[in-house]
């Protein structure tokens, strides 16, 4: 599905966190690499805007981001493979309300990339409203078991930078060893591949060795970009 001449995991201005340029520039850039595709996979919104300060495009902005992308996929046909994806967390609470299954069922959207920043609580709230120290001992736990949900609920076509859980903690211990083990079981089981994120490589922390030593002939495995800027935007 994604080749080694992809260029996988592009966000756009709409998430608020990235370069303001338009789409066009991404795939004007790739075609001048030699890619043969590019997959766009911005951070996709929730009904409600519940998310803004974790930066997500405006719900209201879905539909023009699909069309947008549509009209550049038509425009650069036989040029190169421009594709369509979002990339998402893994709610129960929305999974309840079908919205996963709704984003499922748009034939223009190519992929759903599960990629889980943060976690619901039993409380109502989410993972960012722990504090300092909590998070430290609780986030990995936390977004590890709804990551797992998430590849389990057959929504998900890929995991995006699945090591990323494990940041806030400094030294590496047997309940992150049984964490990593699970999702990297899960994943195969479910046949959707781990991304190794090159975005996480520039941040202390963001990137385990730990785990990828652990994923190793064990999970497929793709390499995807994260790119928010043009400058990010590279074969791998």
Known sequence: MISNQDLFHVHTFRCGHAEEVPDRAYIEKALELGAKGIWFTDHCPFPGDHFMRAHRMLYSDLPEYVDTLKKLKKEYT??????????????????????????????DIEMLLLGQHMAELPDGRYSYDLGKEELIEREYKLLGEEMILGIQSGYFNAVAHPDRIFRKRRVWDDEMNAMAINIIHYAKLAGIPLEQ????????????????????????????????????????
């Open 197 to 236: 994120n090159e975005s996480s490589k520039a941040t202390p922390n963001y990137y385990r060795d730990e785990f990828w030593r652990l994923a190793e002939g064990k999970a497929d495995i793709i390499r995807g970009l994260d790119a928010h800027f043009l400058r990010e935007i590279k074969l791998i």
């Open 78 to 107: 036989g040029r190169i493979e421009v594709h369509i994806g979002l990339e998402t967390e893994y709610f129960i609470k929305y999974d309840e309300m079908g919205y996963y299954k709704e984003l499922r069922e748009n034939n």
